[in-house]
């Protein structure tokens, strides 16, 4: 019967056609991605200055950047830059910038580039310090009784142990955690598709109507559920393992124990190297995706037309994320289901909400909210138990 279901929500050439579509584009997003990677030309350069972060790297990567900046050939003479027009005075109050006097073909190498980074990944616990720092005084601006040392207890790991990251280049992970963050939209659609119609479908066709009261209808309906469980885990690892393929094809993955957070974007407190933050972010997408099915199976299961099972799964689970940023909704990033696809977002930042009184981490704003979804999923099953249900006869033969 399960087998039977499976074959019945993929049957039809919309669920392929929107499949192929979103596959493409990923594989489109990876080529663009990868050529960029490939155009730096760097790759041989973070070989030459790859390492752990440990005071020995630090010492050589500072002085190796310091020779490389001081070689003539690689700055402006006093005189160019005043052929540049910039003054005397400017000079004077710039003497000590050491950045200003390098050339603009310098500045664009890619042996340059990656010496930079490097020598900015050498100061990397003086970031982290001002990074800590800013979001102490963050939340002391919007509370003045907000208890800081919540912050250091987040960091805390990180900052005694950073030592064993290694600077190295991690582009291939990057481009994955991209493509996993993307699957916030383009999973969400392709779910929409697939699972929204489960239940209308057969009452759209027209098949007979009876009650939910013996145990072969019982058993139909949770065929369905174990067949829409299912498929969604099956094609989430066709999108995840398509683009690991492409990846490990165009790319090679390399960079396992490089560190993620660039403290811009990405601000991650936890002792995550590349391998580790990617394997979990892929844990939190498999369980948001889930969450989110569980709750189009819901949807569907109330709903009488197609249509409005589509139209209010591509409502709630894909335009709603598109609130994130915006104001009073950007707390909808920490606890709306959707955005748990994407499992960056509970690894990425350091976030507090203020919950009757009390600051409730992301992290458990993310769980509570996922069981509340849940809960409300299965009430609605509960609750319509005893009403009429469409059932397809060849299902409860199988």
Known sequence: MIRYEIKKLWKTPIIWFVLLAILLFHIGTIIIDV???????????????????????????????????????????HKELLDQGITEEKIKRLS????????????????????????????????????????????RINDSDFDVSKIDKDYAKLSENYQKFEFTSIDSYAILQKGITIMIRTFTIFLSVLLSTIFTREQNDGVLELQLVCKKM??????????????????????????????????????ENGYVIDFTFNHCPYMLNALQYTLLQS???????????FCMIAISY????????????????????????????????????????????????????????????????????????LTCASLCLILKKHQHYVIDWKSLKE
């Open 35 to 77: 050529n960029i990677v490939k155009q730096s030309e760097t790759a041989s350069y973070y070989e030459k200055y790859q390492g752990q972060i440990n005071d020995n790297w630090i010492q050589n990567i500072q002085s190796a950047y310091h020779d490389y900046i001081m070689q003539p050939s690689h700055r402006y003479t």
């Open 302 to 373: 109330l709903a009488k037309k197609n249509s409005t099972a589509v139209i209010l799964s591509m409502v709630l689970f894909v335009m709603v994320p598109f609130l994130n940023n915006a104001g009073i909704f950007k707390e909808l990033l920490y606890y709306y289901p959707a955005n748990f696809i994407g499992g960056d977002y509970l690894l990425a930042a350091v976030h507090y909400t203020k919950i009757a009184g009390i600051y409730v981490h992301g992290r458990w704003l993310a769980i509570i909210s996922g069981l509340l979804y």
């Open 218 to 255: 019982e058993k139909a309906k949770y065929a369905k559920w174990s067949a829409a469980f299912l498929s969604t885990i099956i094609s989430w690892a066709i999108f995840i393992v398509l683009q690991i393929l492409f990846i490990a094809m165009t790319l090679g993955f390399h960079g």
């Open 283 to 293: 844990f939190i997408s498999l369980l948001g995706s889930l969450v989110i099915a």
């Open 96 to 139: 000590d910038d050491d950045f200003t006097y390098i050339k603009s073909e310098v500045k664009q190498d890619p042996e340059f580039q990656v010496l930079s980074q490097a020598y900015n990944a050498s100061y990397f616990k003086a970031s982290l310090d001002e990074d800590i720092a800013f979001f102490k005084n963050m939340y």
